[in-house]
């Protein structure tokens, strides 16, 4: 305990450097292999450092001629009170337990926060992104692919963010699976504050990551950087509704720059302005995706000996045999919610005898009612 402290304090010291981003405490702590080492390096063993040049050797050793700087020390021992009172704990690029992912990307974090932890399943992980506002196709597609994935033994990693992602992780979760959020603030300012209770349970079986210090405030220009660690960390991205302009097309290009996979899930042409997926699929950046099998089958030898072996395919759907009436109820809901007044209207019947027959679909599990009366089909 007493030396993962020291090189906490070590590792934080080196990142509040001038002249020294994450690429370059990276290729300090490959170099040297210890955090320590880095601090006590005379200027020619440093500049030995590939992206090191001689200026950022002499600043960096005359930051600790005389050990660590006051106002340094002051910022580092906050840091590690913050974690003690959220119990984080840090994993940097040269422990066992880093995302392996994630070392094989241009750009990785030198360090995370977690809370939680990051376990060897992990590397069979898929990310789900996508809308914060997503139609009623979209929940129940996020809801059936996370429970999919997590059934098959696959970690499912997002950013806990409104909509696709909070309801991969939860469903996820529903599945008895494991999921992983990386956010873009400080794992003591979780954003958006309603999600608090889903990350206690995202703890509890996978984790919360960060690569911001302590305190962060989740301002938007942390978000790109959080999504190439979502999809960095992972096999493969998943995206599901998403604006041409949305935060999830940036995971999805990030993605393809790290030579991941992409998929999507069509979108609707309803001109709801989430057609960020088919603009992906007609571009030929993104692989066209019905099943969870599409996923499994496309990442094939990659999956092999991290997810069960005997995890049977997902089923094919079975529509149960309907009457005439049912049919004909049926024949006018989507997957968009529908007021029983409307459907009844539809339908030429009587509230009261369309809601018998919706009564008799969803026990046959073809329709959901949700609040308000209202229905969709499934």
Same mark, same amino acid.
Request: aromatic residues 4%.
């Given at each position: 305990?007493?030396?993962?402290r020291r090189i906490?304090?070590?590792?934080?010291?080196?990142?509040?450097?001038?002249?020294?981003?994450?690429?370059?405490?990276?290729?300090?702590?490959?170099?040297?292999?210890?955090?320590?080492?880095?601090?006590?390096?005379?200027?020619?063993?440093?500049?030995?450092?590939?992206?090191?040049?001689?200026?950022?050797?002499?600043?960096?050793?005359?930051?600790?001629? *005389? $050990?660590?700087?006051?106002?340094?020390? @002051?910022?580092?021992?906050?840091?590690?009170? %913050?974690?003690?009172?959220? /119990? #984080?704990?840090?994993?940097?690029?040269?422990?066992?337990?880093?995302?392996?992912?994630?070392?094989?990307?241009?750009?990785?974090?030198?360090?995370?926060?977690?809370?939680?932890?990051?376990?060897?399943?992990?590397?069979?992980?898929?990310?789900?992104?996508?809308?914060?506002?997503?139609?009623?196709?979209?929940?129940?597609?996020?809801?059936?692919?996370?429970?999919?994935?997590?059934?098959?033994?696959?970690?499912?990693?997002?950013?806990?963010?409104?909509?696709?992602?909070?309801?991969?992780?939860?469903?996820?979760?529903?599945?008895?699976?494991?999921?992983?959020?990386?956010?873009? *603030? $400080?794992?003591?300012?979780?954003?958006? @504050?309603?999600?608090?209770?889903?990350?206690? %349970?995202?703890?509890?079986? /996978? #984790?919360?990551?960060?690569?911001?210090?302590?305190?962060?405030?989740?301002?938007?220009?942390?978000?790109?950087?959080?999504?190439?660690?979502?999809?960095?960390?992972?096999?493969?991205?998943?995206?599901?509704?998403?604006?041409?302009?949305?935060?999830?097309?940036?995971?999805?290009?990030?993605?393809?720059?790290?030579?991941?996979?992409?998929?999507?899930?069509?979108?609707?042409?309803s001109g709801t302005?989430?057609?960020?997926?088919?603009?992906?699929?007609?571009?030929?950046?993104?692989?066209?995706?019905?099943?969870?099998?599409?996923?499994?089958?496309?990442?094939?030898?990659?999956?092999? $000996?991290?997810?069960?072996?005997?995890?049977?395919?997902?089923?094919?759907?079975?529509?149960?045999?309907?009457?005439?009436?049912?049919?004909?109820?049926?024949?006018?809901?989507?997957?968009?919610?529908?007021?029983?007044?409307?459907?009844?209207?539809?339908?030429?019947?009587?509230?009261?005898?369309?809601?018998?027959?919706?009564?008799?679909?969803?026990?046959?599990?073809?329709?959901?009612?949700?609040?308000?009366?209202?229905?969709?089909?499934?």
């Amino acid at each position: 305990m007493g030396d993962h402290r020291r090189i906490v304090r070590e590792i934080l010291s080196l990142a509040r450097v001038p002249g020294i981003g994450p690429a370059r405490l990276r290729a300090l702590l490959e170099h040297f292999k210890d955090s320590g080492a880095v601090l006590r390096a005379p200027v020619r063993d440093l500049i030995r450092v590939p992206g090191i040049e001689h200026k950022t050797a002499l600043t960096l050793a005359s930051f600790f001629r *005389s $050990g660590i700087p006051e106002e340094t020390a @002051a910022f580092v021992d906050d840091q590690i009170a %913050r974690m003690e009172t959220a /119990g #984080a704990a840090f994993v940097h690029i040269l422990d066992p337990q880093y995302p392996p992912h994630l070392h094989t990307i241009y750009d990785p974090p030198a360090f995370l926060f977690t809370l939680g932890s990051i376990e060897p399943q992990d590397a069979a992980g898929i990310a789900i992104v996508g809308s914060r506002d997503p139609s009623t196709y979209g929940k129940r597609t996020a809801e059936a692919f996370a429970s999919a994935l997590a059934a098959r033994g696959i970690t499912v990693v997002s950013g806990l963010a409104r909509g696709i992602d909070t309801i991969a992780h939860a469903a996820a979760l529903q599945a008895g699976g494991r999921t992983i959020a990386v956010i873009g *603030s $400080g794992l003591d300012v979780l954003y958006p @504050a309603e999600n608090a209770p889903l990350a206690r %349970r995202i703890m509890e079986h /996978g #984790a919360v990551l960060s690569e911001f210090a302590m305190g962060t405030k989740p301002d938007a220009v942390n978000f790109p950087q959080r999504n190439r660690t979502v999809s960095g960390m992972t096999l493969g991205t998943l995206v599901i509704e998403t604006r041409v302009d949305g935060g999830a097309m940036i995971t999805a290009r990030s993605a393809l720059d790290q030579n991941r996979e992409v998929f999507a899930i069509p979108s609707p042409v309803s001109g709801t302005g989430r057609s960020g997926t088919n603009l992906l699929l007609r571009e030929g950046r993104a692989l066209l995706t019905e099943t969870v099998d599409d996923i499994i089958d496309e990442l094939g030898p990659r999956l092999a $000996g991290l997810i069960p072996d005997d995890v049977p395919p997902t089923p094919e759907r079975i529509i149960p045999t309907l009457s005439l009436f049912e049919q004909h109820v049926l024949d006018v809901l989507s997957e968009d919610p529908l007021h029983i007044d409307a459907i009844a209207e539809r339908t030429s019947l009587t509230a009261a005898d369309a809601l018998v027959r919706l009564l008799g679909l969803e026990c046959k599990s073809v329709v959901r009612q949700l609040p308000g009366k209202y229905f969709v089909r499934l």
